[in-house]
Every structure is written in structure tokens, then in C-alpha cells.
Nanobody, 118 residues
Framework: QVQLVESGGGLVQAGGSLRLSCSVSGNIFGHHGFDWYRQAPGKQREFVARISRDGNTDYADSVKGRFTASIDSAKSTVYLQMNALKPEDTADYYC????????????WGQGTQVTVSS
């Protein structure tokens, strides 16, 4: 069973930065890729970013140019660097791990809360 543990959330002022971490149990290369999603109060969970095991990235338009996903395989950790944060980025952020062969997310972390004050 793969376990994902997110950390790094918190309260930050608009314009500030946070780096979220997602610690992955087991072989990090056993996953097709990793995804970041977020869910704001009263809203549906939405896609934020994806990084493949080859390092290719994809971002939601709302975060493109501000957020950067990365993988540190030596630490078995996936990161989401978030810069120029806006109040609308306030949400619970979740890390998802895909299976070995395709982009279906099979595992989720427990989430970490990000609050951006104006």
C-alpha cells in the first residue's frame, strides 16, 4: 500500500510563497506520475499540476507561471512550489500518485491546508 504524506501548508499573505511536500512510500519510480489537486470550501476538487516520472509537467491555467512541480527521487518526495500566491489559491491541497502504467490516480494523501490572506 502506497502512503502519501503532505506537508508545508499554512497561512501566508498574498504575494507570498509556500512549498508543499508529498512524501511517497516505496519506489517513487513505480508511478507513472504525480498530481496535485486542491479543493476550496464549497467547491469541487480541481486539478492544479502534474509531473510525470520523466519530469514532464502540466499546470492548470490558473497557476501556470506561478506554481512549479518537481520530484526529488533521492528523498522520495514530490514538491509543489507556489509563488505569487493569491487569496483564490486558498484551499486544501492533495497529492495523488498514479499507477505504474497510466495516469489514473490510485492513491491520495490526506491533504494540507493553504490559506492566503489579502
Amino acid at each position: 500500500q502506497v502512503q502519501l504524506v503532505e506537508s508545508g501548508g499554512g497561512l501566508v499573505q498574498a504575494g507570498g510563497s509556500l512549498r508543499l511536500s508529498c512524501s511517497v512510500s516505496g519506489n517513487i519510480f513505480g508511478h507513472h506520475g504525480f498530481d496535485w489537486y486542491r479543493q476550496a470550501p464549497g467547491k469541487q476538487r480541481e486539478f492544479v499540476a502534474r509531473i510525470s516520472r520523466d519530469g514532464n509537467t502540466d499546470y492548470a491555467d490558473s497557476v501556470k507561471g506561478r506554481f512549479t512541480a518537481s520530484i526529488d527521487s533521492a528523498k522520495s518526495t514530490v514538491y509543489l512550489q507556489m509563488n505569487a500566491l493569491k487569496p483564490e489559491d486558498t484551499a486544501d491541497y492533495y497529492c495523488g500518485a498514479e499507477g505504474p502504467f497510466d495516469a489514473e490516480i490510485l492513491y491520495w494523501g490526506q491533504g494540507t491546508q493553504v490559506t492566503v490572506s489579502s
